[in-house]
């Protein structure tokens, strides 16, 4: 069974310091990958994917992850955050059926100025 | 905006009282999934649709809790007999099978 373990539950850091947001991953079969980003009291809106190809993948507002599979990890990281990143950040694995995805618990990124 | 739609975005409502979320997915989007999520937790998923059959359900969900969608457009998730326990925030998610999954705003519960 496919599981998400985010190791962090809450990364309080400073305006334009460098964040990682931790994620390691349990699975059986091929690896589908997943970040999602949720601001309060909305749905959670895609980040970036992991699918194949090139193990690290980028997003348009500067986060990157890279796909480890020897570490069976999928780190979230940016080298410098903004007030507005603020949210919580939820990783995600390809269920075996259906499509379904298996979320972590998240992590609260708190951004101060 | 073609997006996911849930309705309504709030709903209060008394321990025992029945309820019914509804969610419009992406127009094109074969496969639909509701979700539910509490305070700092992930989402938690509890079942999917392709089309019209309901393909899988987790074992969350309880038989208090029934989800429809009957012609393989709009679905609804329908819960009896609320409890406290049930308060939370309910996520639909469509997509078309190579697609990821896109959700809606949800539906906040909260029961008194």
């Known amino acids: 069974a496919q599981s998400v373990t985010q190791l962090d539950s809450q990364v309080p850091v400073f305006e334009e310091a460098p964040v990682e947001l931790r994620c390691n991953y349990s699975?059986?079969?091929?690896?589908?990958l997943f970040w999602y980003v949720q601001y309060p009291n909305q749905g959670l809106q895609l980040l970036l994917k992991?699918?194949?190809?090139?193990?690290l993948v980028e997003s348009i507002n500067g986060f990157e992850a890279e796909f480890n599979k020897s570490q069976t990890s999928f780190h979230l990281r940016k080298p410098s955050v903004h007030i507005s990143d603020t949210a919580e950040y939820f990783c995600?694995?390809?269920?075996?059926?259906?499509?379904?995805?298996?979320f972590g618990q998240g992590t609260e990124l708190s951004v101060k100025p | 905006d073609t997006g996911v739609s849930q309705d309504p975005r709030h709903k209060i409502t008394k321990r025992g009282q029945n309820v019914t979320f509804r969610c419009d997915p992406i127009?094109?989007?074969?496969?639909l999934y509701w979700y539910r999520q509490t305070l700092g937790q992930g989402p938690e998923f509890l079942t999917y649709?392709?089309?019209?059959?309901?393909?899988?359900k987790s074992r969350l969900l309880s038989d208090r809790f029934s989800a429809e969608r009957p012609k393989g457009s709009f679905s609804t998730l329908e819960i009896q007999r609320t409890e406290q326990g049930d308060s939370a925030m309910y996520l639909c998610?469509?997509?078309?099978?190579?697609?990821?999954?896109?959700f809606g705003n949800g539906t906040r519960l909260t029961v008194t």
């Open positions: 998610a469509s997509s078309d099978g190579g697609s990821p999954l896109h």
């Open positions: 699975s059986s079969v091929s690896v589908y």
């Open positions: 992991y699918l194949s190809g090139s193990t």
């Open positions: 995600a694995v390809k269920g075996n059926q259906g499509g379904k995805l298996i």
């Open positions: 127009s094109e989007h074969n496969r």
């Open positions: 649709f392709q089309n019209e059959a309901q393909l899988e």
